[in-house]
């Protein structure tokens, strides 16, 4: 009908909106996330290396 073409539509357009918001906010959001991730895996790293050293005969 009619009535639910335009509701697709509309929906269809709410829809774009909110990906096209939700990618923006990824896009400014993920240098600081990686870099974040690049910090935990490094410190991670780093205590098993720390670990491994100490238990050397």
Known sequence: TEQA???RDEL????DDWLKTFNQAMDEELPALNQLIREQQI???????????????
């Open 43 to 57: 410190d991670f790293i780093r205590r098993k290396v720390k670990e491994k050293d100490l238990v050397k005969p």
């Open 12 to 15: 269809g357009a709410e829809i």
């Open 5 to 7: 073409k335009e509701l």
